[in-house]
């Protein structure tokens, strides 16, 4: 079992920043791959952003690219997404979660754990 809390969500204006985090406990983290995935009221679950286990490979979606970073911390168990110039439609639960192997990692069906979520508001 990996658990997986994430932070850092909150009320920012547009044009803003926020850095998420992701703590991860249990087996061990750096054998996953990690994702931010995120859902706004009345829509479905949407990829974000994902990274090998190593960090050596990065993913976003075309939505975020050039805003948004994921970066991994393996001596600390973390994963984080910076996210800059923020938008209101950017607005969503940010949900973190963690994947086995090396393919896949845009699939929300190849992620095993997720989080509980935070949530991140931007207002215009």
């Known amino acids: 079992q990996v658990q997986l809390v994430e932070s850092g969500g909150g009320l920012v204006q547009a044009g803003g920043s926020l850095r998420l985090s992701c703590a991860a406990s249990?087996?061990?983290?750096?054998?996953?791959?990690m994702g931010w995935w995120r859902q706004a009221p009345g829509k479905e679950r949407e990829f974000v952003a994902a990274?090998?286990?190593?960090?050596?490979?990065?993913y976003y979606a075309d939505s975020v690219k050039g805003r948004f970073t994921i970066s991994r911390d393996n001596a600390k168990n973390t994963v984080y997404l910076q996210m800059n110039s923020l938008k209101p439609e950017d607005t969503a639960v940010y949900y973190c979660?963690?994947?086995?192997?090396?393919?896949?990692?845009?699939?929300?069906?190849?992620?095993?754990?997720w989080g509980q979520g935070t949530q991140v508001t931007v207002s215009s």
């Open positions: 990274i090998t286990w190593s960090g050596g490979s990065t």
């Open positions: 249990g087996r061990t983290f750096s054998n996953y791959f």
């Open positions: 979660a963690a994947g086995r192997g090396t393919v896949g990692l845009t699939i929300g069906a190849r992620y095993d754990y």
